[in-house]
């Protein structure tokens, strides 16, 4: 295996139209989970094809190790690139077994006999379905179906698999247990895996890496922890995570986490001069009669807390969590124990 570089990636679809894709350059290191994370519209998913072979860059160029698998001018078709595609679709042939589904690929390489047989169990057991080998997909569950396109991703030993936002069709519940579906896949595998995705809990809970896109642009690239700590830009504090973004006096100095000593000389500060972009998640923000002021417009009970959406005193809007019921319309006091400054 080896790593897929995209360099300087560009698509249009349209001649003298707004790109798709504009200039994208990452590394995807061998072996490594990356989730490309953004809205609608955004270009990942036009990524995710121009790596499988299904369209051709604008410009710039796709690397997987030594290989030059596209640029402007030469295309290797996707049927010799090794890499294996997971649809939101599932992609199954209804009138095949499971068996004969996962085994798919193998019979279309000529691989046959007990030698292909041995593939399929293998890769249904590393999906925990090989008790299902006979069954035909509509006696199957939607996270048992996505479980077999899977399979039949692993049984062909890919180098890359490519996964285009697969969970989007399943319900929160198996939702939740493909999530670790996926994680014992990249973990049996070793492939390197790439995962369309606009919900960044699903980018957060599996990639090991996660790039950021918005309007055919890469804006970040980093670990889950950094992307949601430490954001580049508005764009990225604004799509990652549910913070809210402040405008305050700049703080002096170039120190990007304020504690909220910081942030109040920012609150108490002349209203004039340079401003700043601060980024508060709602963990962040606590009930605290030492506090500064804001009105609670509206509650929401989530279960094992209250969401709170505020309005500050300058009209500027925060969110904040609270383990106690607070009634609408209420005038509290909110500390900011940490922010981020972009």
Same mark, same amino acid.
């Given at each position: 295996?080896?790593?897929?570089?995209? $360099?300087?990636?560009?698509?249009?679809?349209?001649?003298?139209?707004?790109?798709?894709?504009?200039?994208?350059?990452?590394?995807? @290191?061998?072996?490594?989970?990356?989730?490309?994370?953004?809205?609608?519209?955004?270009? &990942?998913?036009?990524?995710? @094809?121009?790596?499988?072979?299904?369209?051709?860059?604008?410009?710039?160029?796709?690397?997987?190790?030594?290989?030059? %698998?596209?640029? =402007?001018?030469? !295309?290797?078709?996707?049927?010799?690139?090794?890499?294996?595609?997971?649809?939101? +679709?599932?992609?199954?042939?209804?009138?095949?077994?499971?068996?004969? $589904?996962?085994?798919?690929? %193998?019979?279309?390489?000529?691989?046959?006999?007990? &030698?292909?047989?041995?593939?399929?169990? *293998?890769?249904?057991?590393?999906?925990?379905?090989? $008790?299902?080998?006979?069954?035909?997909?509509?006696? %199957? +569950?939607?996270?048992? @179906?996505?479980?077999?396109?899977?399979?039949?991703?692993?049984?062909?030993?890919?180098?890359?698999?490519?996964?285009?936002?697969?969970?989007? $069709?399943?319900?929160?519940?198996?939702?939740?247990? !493909? *999530?670790?579906?996926?994680?014992?896949f990249h973990a049996r595998s070793g492939?390197?895996?790439?995962?369309?995705?606009?919900?960044?809990?699903?980018?957060?809970a599996l990639a090991t890496d996660v790039?950021? !896109?918005?309007e055919g642009r890469l804006l970040q690239?980093?670990?889950?922890? *950094?992307?949601?700590?430490?954001?580049?830009?508005?764009?990225?504090?604004?799509?990652?995570?549910?913070?809210?973004?402040? +405008?305050?006096?700049?703080?002096?100095?170039?120190?990007?986490?304020?504690?909220?000593?910081?942030?109040? =000389?920012?609150?108490?500060?002349?209203?004039?001069?340079? &401003?700043?972009?601060?980024?508060? @998640?709602?963990?962040?923000?606590?009930?605290?009669?030492?506090?500064?002021? =804001?009105?609670?417009?509206?509650? %929401?009970?989530?279960?094992?807390?209250?969401?709170?959406?505020?309005?500050? =005193?300058?009209?500027?809007?925060?969110?904040?969590? +609270?383990?106690?019921?607070?009634?609408?319309?209420? *005038?509290?006091?909110?500390?900011?124990?940490?922010?981020?400054?972009?």
């Amino acid at each position: 295996m080896a790593k897929l570089i995209l $360099n300087r990636l560009s698509k249009t679809f349209d001649l003298g139209g707004r790109p798709a894709v504009h200039d994208v350059s990452l590394t995807v @290191r061998d072996g490594g989970f990356l989730a490309l994370l953004g809205p609608s519209g955004c270009g &990942k998913t036009t990524v995710l @094809r121009m790596i499988a072979g299904f369209e051709q860059p604008s410009d710039g160029s796709i690397v997987l190790g030594e290989r030059v %698998l596209a640029d =402007a001018g030469e !295309m290797v078709p996707p049927e010799h690139r090794n890499m294996a595609m997971v649809f939101q +679709s599932y992609a199954l042939w209804p009138h095949m077994t499971v068996a004969e $589904n996962v085994g798919y690929p %193998l019979k279309v390489r000529g691989i046959s006999g007990e &030698k292909r047989q041995t593939k399929v169990r *293998e890769a249904l057991a590393s999906v925990r379905l090989e $008790n299902y080998a006979d069954r035909r997909p509509a006696d %199957l +569950s939607g996270g048992q @179906r996505q479980r077999v396109a899977l399979a039949r991703c692993l049984v062909t030993e890919p180098d890359v698999v490519l996964l285009d936002e697969p969970l989007a $069709n399943l319900d929160r519940h198996l939702r939740q247990e !493909m *999530e670790e579906t996926f994680r014992e896949f990249h973990a049996r595998s070793g492939a390197t895996m790439i995962y369309v995705t606009h919900d960044q809990a699903e980018a957060m809970a599996l990639a090991t890496d996660v790039a950021v !896109m918005s309007e055919g642009r890469l804006l970040q690239v980093a670990t889950p922890e *950094e992307i949601y700590a430490r954001p580049e830009g508005r764009l990225v504090g604004g799509l990652v995570g549910q913070g809210a973004i402040l +405008s305050l006096p700049s703080p002096t100095g170039d120190k990007r986490s304020l504690d909220w000593q910081a942030l109040r =000389a920012g609150f108490d500060a002349p209203v004039e001069g340079q &401003k700043a972009d601060i980024l508060v @998640r709602p963990q962040d923000v606590e009930i605290s009669p030492d506090g500064i002021k =804001a009105t609670v417009r509206s509650v %929401l009970f989530e279960g094992e807390r209250y969401a709170l959406r505020l309005t500050l =005193a300058d009209g500027q809007a925060l969110r904040a969590f +609270s383990r106690q019921p607070v009634d609408a319309g209420a *005038e509290v006091a909110i500390v900011i124990r940490s922010a981020w400054r972009l």
